[in-house]
């Protein structure tokens, strides 16, 4: 049985570098050119595919908001006898160095002993190691619990990825975590917007405070799906708090 209270649960929202293609550096424009044809062959069309797919990249995107969840023992416990309670709270802005600042005083405040982990969907292929690209494209230390990764073998990374745990040692299937919460059982809180939006309502309709928003419903939703994952009961509306509000 899990620990809920070890878990730095976290969600990342990404977007492309820059507002459009045509404010890439001729360098940039000529190494988007060449990765957009590695990865779309019959697509010529470079900018769309910017516009589309530069925000998955760390090289070419950058992060604009972290959502982070924990939990603690829940002094009051629902009618669903859920012993815990869930806080989020999302670093967020323009600034990336700074969100990446705040992001590591957090893991070296959280992460004091080694039972505790991160916790999300498919962060060992994308969140975690998106992270820490960025922080060395920015310049930054890693906070210490991310630092010397490469030199872990894969049952000492300090990750639960609920993705990871549904594919039962499967390689070849990814389930989103929108699939995984509706074949679970579990409603959706995303009500807005998708992931394919956030770079469109980040750029073009300078709605920052809409994606955090949609991240923390995220966060809520892997927090769901991990208690659905084992075997504990779901979450109620008040057994979550929100820090930012």
């Not at 069309?45 to 797919?53: G, P, V």
């Not at 309670?85 to 990336?96: N, P, Q, R, V």
């Not at 969100?99 to 292929?125: D, M, P, S, Y």
């Not at 956030?198 to 920052?208: C, F, I, M, S, T």
Request: proline share 4%.
């Amino acid at each position: 049985m899990i620990k809920p209270e070890n878990l730095l649960l976290i969600d990342i929202e990404t977007v492309p570098m820059c507002k459009n293609y045509e404010e890439l550096s001729p360098e940039f424009q000529r190494l988007w050119d060449k990765k957009s044809l590695l990865l779309d062959k019959e697509n010529l069309d470079t900018e769309r595919s910017f516009a589309d797919k530069g925000g998955i990249y760390a090289e070419f995107g950058k992060i604009i908001c972290i959502g982070l969840g924990y939990f603690i023992k829940n002094n009051a416990q629902s009618n669903e006898g859920q012993p815990y309670a869930l806080k989020i709270k999302s670093l967020f802005g323009d600034d990336e160095k700074d969100i990446l600042h705040q992001f590591g005083q957090v893991c070296n405040k959280f992460f004091r002993n080694a039972t505790k982990q991160f916790c999300g969907h498919n962060i060992r292929e994308f969140d975690i190691p998106y992270i820490c690209r960025r922080s060395f494209i920015n310049q930054m230390p890693l906070p210490s619990i991310l630092y010397d990764l490469q030199n872990k073998k894969p049952w000492e990374n300090p990750m639960l990825d609920t993705l990871q745990f549904w594919k039962f040692g499967e390689y070849k299937n990814f389930t989103s975590i929108d699939l995984l919460s509706t074949v679970l059982g579990i409603s959706s809180p995303k009500d807005d917007i998708a992931g394919s939006d956030v770079a469109e309502v980040y750029w073009q309709q300078n709605d920052l405070q809409r994606i955090v928003h949609y991240c923390n419903k995220d966060v809520v939703t892997i927090a769901q799906v991990l208690m659905r994952l084992h075997g504990m009961p779901l979450l109620q509306t008040n057994d979550i708090v929100y820090m930012n509000d």
